[in-house]
């Protein structure tokens, strides 16, 4: 080793097939004092290569996480994972050591700085290369080639492990071979090292020769999400299910804070949630993004308060209409256009004094809208009032004719229809156009925080056809009224 180069000979015989004699011997004369001579004949000579060898800084260990409060911690590695919840960190690199070498490449790691294969807390040869490349552009099986590495560290590893390598997708498969199994601690800095070791001349006789990339560190950050801390103060799972258990029926699983949300914000909102004391219920800790925030206590004032509101779900905020395929067009287009009616004339009645009148745009295809609302709690008894609003737009016959309907709820993929009074027999429920209805059920529940409503026509081409009904309907605003208990 020569400071920070070392050069390497590699000597090697090859035969020349030459019409002229080659010089007998070539002398070689060493710095330490030594000669080598080589014997040349008609067909052959000596070829002497120096190989020159710096680090390789190849694939920039240039790894960052985003975190709260817009911090970026730098871990100065190829990829970062999590499994389990710890940490998993990947190294992956190239060396510039000649073939003629045939070295051993691996990884020394340690706590401490100052790596060598005599002073590191672990040595890991990078034993096989059978990876997988995915771009863009599809993948593409690749063994990679012999100045190529990489080495996983971390207490838990899977298959396959990817990595992010110039903008492609590296997937190693054979894991094992190439894992450091240590476990890596928060707020802990690890030190790491490549390396390359083969066998060379020196001083006449053949002797280990290790080549050592740039030592390397890397912290572990003490992130807020990490010990379930958070911005702003949220409830922890462990407030979740108490307040699920003192106030929800046992058949209704814990709702989510993602869930619960929009309703705490809107009782903060309140003057009774603005004056609600909650620091005894919050811990504060600091973390490398910021300040930690923990709400370990939900309030009972809050249940009383999003259990006793009405809610109204104005008919304007649609949240979606089912879509089909136009032949016409070739395209995907919505089955209804709406059209948002205001300032209703009080003579009609209708509740709000807006309402929002869908008409279908492929005439034979019966279609649904539905609505959307997070504010409904679960396990509370309402009472629930649809409104359907006349026709005030167009006076001709067709879009006076009356249409029928159901209306069911919407929770994952269950759908379930809820029963209105004076539906017929076939469970429909028909809405004149001359006049406003309202439809009132009682004992209305939902099993999940939020609701969805689909409303949908139910007439047939025939009934189309004879002049019966048409597929225009007319939606005014829903309320959800709580009902006191028995």
Known sequence: MMKTRTILLIIAIMGCFTSAVAQ??????????????????????????FFDYAPAKTYAPDYTSKHENDYVADWNVNQVCRID?????????????????KANHGVLFGTTPGLT??????????ESKYVR??????????????HTHYMWIGNKIKSPMLMSIDEQRFESYDTIANFIRTPLEIDHTYYYRT?????????GEEQTVVFYGEERSFRVPRIMADFAYYSYPRATDEALAAFAAAHLPDSIAVPTWKQWEPLWDLWRAT?????????????????DDGTGYRLNRIPDEFYTWIANREIVIDPFDVAEITRGFDSSIKDSVNLANPNYIENVDEKWG???????????????????????????????RYKLQLNFAPETEDES?????????NVSTVLGNEITRIVLPAENAKGDFTVPATETTSVVVDNFSVKAVGLSFLILTHVTNAEIRRGQFNRILRIAEMRLTPMPDE
């Open 350 to 380: 209708v509740p709000g004094g807006k309402y929002v009148r869908f008409e279908p745009v492929i005439f034979t295809m019966n279609y649904s809208v539905t609505y959307r609302n997070d504010e409904v709690v679960p396990g509370v």
């Open 24 to 49: 007998d011997v070539t002398i070689l004369h060493m710095k330490d004092g030594t000669t080598k001579r080589y014997t040349n004949g008609a067909k052959g000579a000596t070829s002497i290569q």
């Open 133 to 146: 490349f995915k771009n863009s552009s599809g993948s593409l099986f690749i063994v990679a080639n012999e």
């Open 195 to 203: 390396f390359s070791e083969g066998k060379a001349l020196v001083g």
């Open 271 to 287: 003057d009774e949630g603005k004056n609600y004391d909650l620091s005894a219920d919050i811990t504060t800790e600091k973390f």
């Open 117 to 126: 294969l005599d002073n590191c807390q672990e040595k890991q040869y990078a």
């Open 85 to 101: 919840g710890e940490y998993v960190v990947g190294l992956f690199w190239e060396d510039n050591v000649p073939s003629n070498f």
């Open 397 to 405: 016959d067709v879009a006076r004719l009356p249409m029928k309907l």
